[in-house]
């Protein structure tokens, strides 16, 4: 069974489209992540909930809004998608959100907007 | 601005050569973390060493770590083809909830 799993793995839209990309992990770890991937293959931290609350968040535009229902999903919700929004979205969990446990990571999610 | 960086950006070997990839980092550490990521994959934890660790072992994989030079090296040794990926460190820091930051990754192409 795969332990973070990230639906869609592709997504293509158009400027101006609202989309939301959803991650589940089975491990049952604590806190969870999303990672943004850019064209360079640069790593960057977008959000981190632990337990549900929302413990890092970084310099991101508000048109992108996370959501964690439960400590196993964390969704991230894009308003008005723009160009640069392109990137792969990574989500990760970790067992505790201090940054001295390895993270786990899904496949990813190719977003492109055209 | 980023905490850490590989060297080199990009290696190239022929299968059954030592790979070493090395990454430098900024501030004071808790941990250092390489990771792997295959091509339209996400990226797989490789090994974990702490700031008072010098050297870490797992299968081919040898990481050492130099906190007084703020760096630390990866070895695969006896390279495979399948060991074609990017690798990436991660720093992370002590105190309260924390986030991983990571390099830009060396591309390594392990060549048959």
């Known amino acids: 069974d795969t332990a973070v799993s990230q639906t869609p793995k592709y997504l293509v839209t158009q400027m101006g489209n609202d989309k939301s990309i959803k991650c589940e992990q089975n491990l049952g770890h604590d806190t969870m992540y999303w990672y943004k991937q850019d064209s360079k293959k640069f790593l960057k931290i977008m959000f981190s909930y632990n337990n549900k609350e929302l413990i890092i968040n970084e310099t991101v535009p508000n048109r992108f809004s996370p959501k964690s229902p439960d400590k196993a999903h964390l969704n991230l919700h894009i308003n008005s998608l723009e160009l640069g929004d392109s990137a792969v979205y990574f989500c990760a969990s970790s067992q505790t959100g201090t940054g001295t446990t390895p993270l786990h990571f899904g496949n990813g999610t190719r977003l492109t907007v055209t | 601005s980023q905490q850490g960086e590989e060297d080199p950006q990009a290696l190239s070997i022929q299968e059954g050569e030592n790979a070493t990839m090395n990454c430098s980092y900024k501030t004071s550490i808790n941990n250092l973390q390489w990771y792997r990521q295959n091509s339209g994959r996400g990226l797989v934890h490789l090994i974990l060493?702490?700031?008072?660790?010098r050297e870490k072992h797992s299968g081919r994989l040898r990481v050492t770590l130099d906190t007084s030079k703020k760096s630390s090296s990866l070895l695969i040794t006896a390279s495979r083809a399948a060991d074609t990926a990017s690798y990436f460190c991660?720093?992370?820091?002590?105190?309260?909830?924390?986030?991983?930051?990571f390099g830009a990754g060396t591309r390594l192409a392990v060549h048959p």
């Open positions: 991660a720093t992370g820091f002590s105190g309260g909830y924390n986030k991983l930051i």
């Open positions: 060493i702490r700031s008072n660790e």
